[in-house]
């Protein structure tokens, strides 16, 4: 939300390389395999754009684990944000994509950084407009703190304490034609 | 523009000639998002919860003024019409002083719909708040044009390096200027057919190809947008009689058989039928004309969305 912002390149600290982040990724999975006994019954849904990646991958890594193939979706959380009006311009609203119906069904909410929480309480009020799932669980690859609503995890990459100020760069190779990885930037110092 | 692209900026929706092929892209797969919408187990969704829209039909229309209520009400915002008898217009009022009213009761996003081409403009300089035009006089139909451009992208999976025929009352239309700015925009060549009088060679200094023998033409496209006759505008001297225009204009069956079995028949309604298009063919298999509703509904829950999502102050 914070694309903007200035921020000083040169003292990027690295959280995840390639590899740490498929070990991250890995251990979710096992973890959700854990909670989660019934996974014909389970949905990994994807906020979009890395979230869709990372639900997908996170899919790859349970079938290669249980030799089950667990469902994915894609909810797009543009129509139910809360700073509508506030903001000058309006990114693209990505199609919505869940298998149906999500009664009976535990939903996992997938995303790659988890701040402020409002990301994620606009996905659960829309996937409410799909149906009432028997249970919404959260994961993300990184919680940097910073909650605003009373919003936590199930699922966690890496706990990233950080300063409102800074930020959480992700980049996944199949979205963004670079390396995988995740870096700490930190604000500009004359900001 | 700036460096938003790809992006939205705009709080008013004016016309289609000033919008990039970046930001028709953008309204179209933001509508692919609202067509979705319509799926789900509810249908609305709280985007535009705490807005008020106003209709502000100073013109007759009953499709348009549908399409733009049903879509502000999937948005959730709140919506009042008013059309021109009911409005004070008819009492002298201005049109700016009408809008200033409106704009004093707290309206967010004017839906307006003239028979002076302009009218939108001179509103939208005047007010913060967002302004949608819903047609004014024959300049520009944007989410017409939208709409048709949306549904032909849906049917034929693209609309660059497709043949588009426009035919019937070009001179008088504002649907016909929206389609032309959308189409050349997104790389589609775009061929005005109809009587002399109706589609004078001046259209071609806008890039488009004039004919006046639709026979030629309809072998040669993949769309043809069947306009209607506005015989209630129409003074006699622009034609002889529908009777001529039928014999000479008219998609009837025996002409449809010069059309591609793929060709997509388009009409933004309401459909004369007998007189532009046959009966038959309006309810054939490969007319559209109803897809072109229901993603007419989808592409103004998009423009409505974008133009009233954005913080205007």
């Known amino acids: 939300m914070s694309k903007t912002r200035p921020t000083n390149e040169s003292d990027a600290v690295r959280i995840f390389d390639a590899e740490t982040m498929q070990r991250a990724l890995r251990r979710i999975a096992h973890e959700i395999i854990e909670r989660n006994r019934n996974l014909s019954a389970l949905v990994l849904v994807g906020i979009p754009a890395r979230g869709v990646e990372l639900a997908r991958r996170l899919a790859a890594v349970i079938e290669a684990i249980e030799k089950v193939r667990v469902a994915t979706g894609v909810i797009d959380v543009s129509m139910h944000r809360d700073d509508i009006g506030t903001r000058r311009a309006l990114p693209v609203v990505k199609v919505s994509q869940l298998p149906l119906p999500l009664e009976q069904r535990t939903v996992v909410i997938v995303d790659d950084v988890l701040f402020t929480g409002r990301t994620c309480r606009a996905a659960m009020d829309a996937i409410g407009s799909f149906g009432r799932p028997a249970c919404i669980q959260l994961a993300a690859l990184v919680d940097r703190g910073h909650r605003e609503l009373p919003i936590r995890p199930d699922f966690v990459g890496k706990n990233l304490p950080t300063a409102f100020a800074e930020r959480v760069r992700v980049r996944l190779e199949n979205i963004d034609h670079q390396p995988d990885g995740v870096w700490l930037l930190k604000p500009e110092a004359n900001e | ?313």
């Open chain 2, 1 to 313: 523009m700036n460096s938003d692209k790809g992006r939205w900026t705009r709080k008013d929706l004016l016309g289609l000639r000033e919008l990039s092929v970046e930001e028709i892209n953008l309204v179209l797969e933001t509508a692919d998002a609202f067509k979705q919408v319509g799926t789900r187990e509810v249908k609305k969704v709280p985007a535009l919860q705490g807005k008020t829209l106003i209709n502000l039909f100073i013109e007759p229309s009953t499709r348009t003024r549908t399409s733009f209520e049903l879509a502000a009400k999937r948005l959730s915002a709140d919506i009042v019409n008013i059309s021109a008898a009911a409005s004070s217009l008819t009492k002298g009022e201005t049109l700016k002083d009408t809008a200033r009213v409106l704009e004093a009761n707290h309206a967010d996003i004017i839906v307006l719909r003239h028979s002076s081409a302009g009218a939108p403009q001179f509103l939208a300089s005047r007010i913060a708040s967002s302004v949608i035009n819903a047609g004014d006089g024959a300049h520009e139909h944007p989410t017409q044009g939208l709409l048709d451009l949306y549904t032909i992208r849906e049917k034929k999976g693209a609309v660059a390096g497709l043949h588009v025929a426009i035919i019937g009352d070009i001179l008088f239309s504002r649907v016909a200027r929206s389609n032309i700015f959308a189409l050349l925009k997104m790389g589609a060549r775009v061929t005005l057919v109809g009587p002399s009088t109706l589609v004078p060679r001046e259209f071609e200094q806008l890039g488009v190809t004039v004919s006046h023998n639709l026979e030629d033409v309809l072998p040669t496209v993949d769309v043809v947008n069947l306009l209607r006759i506005q015989h209630e505008r129409q003074r006699k001297e622009y034609f002889p009689g529908l009777g001529e225009y039928i014999r000479l204009f008219g998609l009837t069956k025996a002409r449809a058989r010069l059309l591609r079995p793929d060709c997509l028949i388009m009409h933004p309604g309401p459909i004369n039928r007998g007189v532009e298009l046959d009966s038959e063919l309006a309810d054939g298999a490969q007319s559209v004309i109803l897809d072109q509703v229901t993603n007419g509904l989808a592409v103004r829950m998009a423009v409505l969305y974008l133009c009233g999502g954005i913080a205007t102050s």
